[in-house]
C-alpha cells in the first residue's frame, strides 16, 4: 500500500527541510527556553502563592505545551507555501496517495514536537525538575504533548488550507497564543487567578492537557512527599478534550484538503 | 478516435461563470511532438489541467492514452509527466533528492530509482550540482531538475506547460534540444510555449486556440501556407533613391510584368512584395530590374512564419515575455505592497 510508503518519503523531505532551517527550530524553541530559564526565575516568588511549590517545576508543565503551541502551528504555513509554489499541484500529478501527503506533513509535526519536547525536558532536568512519576512519567508526557500537538496543527493546518495565506496562520496564531496561554493553568495557578479568569481557565483545553502534564511531574498538592502518584482522572480527561479538540480540527483540515484535490 | 490524446467537445466552466474552454476538440497521436498555442487566457493552461486530471471537466469528453480524465485519473498520472508553468523544485532538497522523493511518489524505489536518477542528472547536464541544495541553483538550472523529475518514472506522455519562458536564450536551447530527443525515442510531447520558431522547427502538429476555442491546427507547413504568400523584400541602391522615381518605377514594373504578386508595399530600404511562390519569381525580378536599369543592392525571401499564422488567426502578436529590467521592478513594487 503506497500510503505507507508515500507518508514516510513525505515525512522525511519534512524533515529535511527541517534541519536545512534551524532557524526554525530555534524560533519555536526560543521563547520555552526563555521561559523556562528568565521567566522562572523572574516570578519565583510565585511558588509561595500557589502554596510552597517550586514555580520552575510549576511552569514546565506550561512551558512544554507554549512550545507545541508555536511548532504546531507553523504546519499550516509551511502547506501554505507548497500551495503558492505548486509543489502541491506537481505531487498531485503523480499516483502519490492523497492522504499521504496530509498525513506525512502530521507526522513530520508529532516527531518535532517530540523533540523538542525533549530538548525542554532535558533543560529542565538540568534545572531540577524530574517527573515524580519517573521514565513512565517521561514517557507519558511526550506522548501526551505529541497528541496536543497533532490536535493543535489541524488548527493552522485547517486555517492555512481555508485562507491560503500563511500570512494569515501568523498572524492568528500569534493573536491566539497569549490569550489562550495566560488565561490558562500554564504558567499561574488557579488560585492566583481573579475569580473570572479562573472560570475561563476552567474551560480553555490548554488547562486540561497542562493540568495533565503537571499531574506526572508534581505530586498532588495534599501529598507533597508522594512519588510515583498518577492522577488518572486528570489524565484521561485531558485526552478526552486533546481528542475533541483534534477531531474538530484535522476533520476540518481533511475536508478541506479534499476539496483541494479532488 | 485512435489518439494517445483525445478530447470531444470539452468543456471547462469555472464557478465564476468563466467559461474558460468552450467546446474544443483535437487529438494527439503516439510518438507526437503537439504544440498547443494561444494567447494570455485562452485556456490552454485549463486544458493541460484538465488533461493531467489536476481540473474537474464540465461537460465534454477527454482521454489520455485511453483513460477517461474522470473515472481513470490514477491511471493516467502513472503514465504522464507534467511540467507547470512555474518552476517547481524543492529548493531545501539537492537536486538528487527532488529527483528520489518524485520517482518515490511514482512508486518507483531502490537500485533501479537510483540508477534511472543518475542516468536523468547526466542527460539534463546537472551531474555536478546534483547534491547541491537547488536553492542555490540559476533559473536555468532549476527548470532542467523541474523537467527531470518529470521524468523520473519514464512517462509516455509530456505535458510541459511554458517549459523556456523566463530562461536565458542558452538555457532555452538546451531545454528544447533535451526536448528533441526526448521525443526522438517515442515520448509524445504535449507543449503550450510562445516560442513560435521552436515549434515551427520542432512541432509535427499545432492548434491555436483563441477564447477558449480552437481557431487553426494542423501542421506548420499547413498553416503557413494558408497564409497564402512569401514576401520578397527589395533593397535599392541609395544614389537611386533620390526623390522615389525609383520606387515607383519599380512598383510599375512589377504590377505590369509579374502575376501572382498579391501586394507590393514600401518599406525602409525599398518595397516588400508578396507573392506566392516568391522563390521562382526572383530571378525574373532580378532580370527585368536589370534591363530596367534599376539599381538593387539586396534581394530577400522569406515565407511566412508561424507569427504570421497566430497573428490571422488571434488577431494578436504572440508576446515573448523576456526577462528584463522592467519585469524585475515590477516585481519588487508589487512585493513591496
Not at chain 1, 486540561?208 to 505530586?219: K, T
Not at chain 1, 512527599?225 to 483540515?253: E, K, P, R, S
Not at chain 2, 485562452?42 to 473515472?71: C, E, M, N, P, Y
Not at chain 2, 530590374?289 to 543592392?297: N, V
Request: proline share 3%; hydrophobic share 45%; net charge positive.
Amino acid at each position: 500500500m503506497s500510503f505507507f510508503s508515500d507518508s514516510y518519503h513525505l515525512f522525511i523531505r519534512w524533515m529535511k527541510k527541517l534541519v536545512r532551517n534551524p532557524i526554525l527550530v530555534f524560533f519555536s524553541l526560543f521563547q520555552p527556553i526563555i521561559f523556562l530559564v528568565l521567566f522562572t526565575q523572574l516570578f519565583s516568588q510565585f511558588g509561595s502563592l500557589l502554596g510552597g511549590v517550586d514555580y520552575t517545576k510549576f511552569a514546565t508543565a506550561g512551558i512544554v505545551l507554549q512550545n507545541a503551541f508555536s511548532s504546531a502551528f507553523q504546519s499550516g504555513t509551511s502547506v501554505v507555501d507548497d500551495i503558492k509554489s505548486g509543489f502541491l499541484t506537481k505531487m498531485l500529478a503523480t499516483p502519490v496517495n492523497r492522504s499521504a501527503i496530509l498525513f506525512g506533513r502530521i507526522l513530520s509535526d508529532i516527531f518535532r514536537v517530540a523533540v523538542q519536547t525533549i530538548i525542554i525536558l532535558a533543560l529542565a532536568y538540568a534545572l531540577g525538575v524530574y517527573p515524580q512519576t519517573g521514565v513512565a512519567g517521561y514517557l507519558l508526557i511526550i506522548l501526551t504533548v505529541g497528541f496536543f500537538g497533532l490536535a493543535w496543527s489541524g488548527i493552522s493546518l485547517a486555517l492555512g488550507l481555508k485562507t491560503k495565506s500563511g500570512e494569515t496562520v501568523f498572524g492568528i496564531a500569534g493573536f491566539l497564543t497569549f490569550p489562550l496561554l495566560f488565561m490558562s493553568t500554564a504558567l499561574v495557578g488557579q488560585p492566583a487567578m481573579p475569580p473570572w479568569m479562573q472560570n475561563v481557565s476552567s474551560y480553555n483545553p490548554i488547562s486540561f492537557a497542562v493540568n495533565a502534564i503537571r499531574s506526572l511531574i508534581m505530586p498532588p498538592p495534599q501529598c507533597i512527599i508522594c512519588t510515583n502518584v498518577f492522577d488518572w482522572t486528570t489524565i484521561l480527561q485531558a485526552y478526552g478534550v486533546i481528542a475533541l479538540i483534534g477531531v474538530a480540527t484535522l476533520g476540518a483540515t481533511l475536508y478541506l484538503f479534499r476539496k483541494i484535490v479532488s | 478516435m485512435t489518439g494517445i490524446i483525445d478530447v470531444s467537445q470539452l468543456v471547462k466552466t469555472y464557478g465564476d461563470g468563466t467559461k474558460a474552454v468552450k467546446g474544443i476538440s483535437f487529438n494527439v497521436s503516439e510518438g507526437e511532438f503537439f504544440g498547443f498555442l494561444g494567447p494570455n487566457g485562452a485556456g490552454k493552461s485549463t486544458t493541460i489541467k484538465i488533461l493531467t486530471t489536476l481540473l474537474r471537466k464540465t461537460s465534454g469528453s477527454a482521454s489520455v492514452a485511453g483513460f477517461d480524465v474522470d473515472s481513470d485519473g490514477a491511471k493516467i498520472r502513472k503514465i504522464i509527466g507534467v511540467q507547470n508553468q512555474d518552476t517547481v523544485v524543492d529548493e531545501d532538497l539537492t537536486g538528487r533528492e527532488n529527483m528520489i522523493l518524485q520517482g518515490e511518489l511514482q512508486q518507483i524505489h531502490g537500485q533501479a530509482l537510483k540508477e534511472r536518477v543518475d542516468e536523468l542528472l547526466k542527460i539534463v547536464d546537472l551531474v555536478d550540482a546534483a547534491d547541491k541544495r537547488a536553492g542555490f541553483y540559476s533559473g536555468g538550472m532549476k527548470k532542467r531538475l523541474d523537467l527531470a523529475t518529470t521524468l523520473v518514472h519514464d512517462p509516455k506522455i509530456l505535458f510541459l506547460d511554458e517549459p523556456t519562458t523566463g530562461l536565458d536564450p542558452q538555457s532555452r536551447a538546451a531545454i528544447w534540444a533535451y526536448l528533441k530527443r526526448l521525443n526522438e525515442q517515442g515520448i509524445t510531447i504535449f507543449i503550450t510555449t510562445q516560442y513560435l520558431e521552436e515549434v515551427d522547427r520542432l512541432c509535427r502538429r499545432l492548434a491555436i486556440v483563441d477564447l477558449g476555442e480552437i481557431v487553426a491546427q494542423g501542421t506548420p507547413g499547413e498553416l503557413k501556407q494558408e497564409i497564402g504568400a512569401d514576401s520578397i523584400s527589395l533593397g535599392f541602391e541609395n544614389s537611386t533613391m533620390n526623390g522615389g522615381d525609383t520606387r515607383n518605377k519599380a512598383k510599375n514594373l512589377l504590377e505590369k510584368k509579374f502575376n501572382g504578386i498579391s501586394n507590393v508595399v514600401n518599406s525602409d530600404i525599398g518595397l516588400t512584395v508578396y507573392a506566392k511562390n516568391g522563390g521562382f519569381l526572383v530571378p525574373e525580378i532580378v532580370r527585368a530590374f536589370d534591363e530596367a536599369k534599376i539599381g538593387l543592392s539586396s534581394i530577400g525571401v522569406s515565407s511566412p512564419t508561424l507569427d504570421d499564422v497566430f497573428l490571422k488567426h488571434t488577431g494578436k502578436r504572440i508576446r515573448v515575455e523576456e526577462v528584463s529590467s522592467a519585469n524585475y521592478r515590477g516585481m519588487f513594487s508589487r512585493r513591496r505592497r
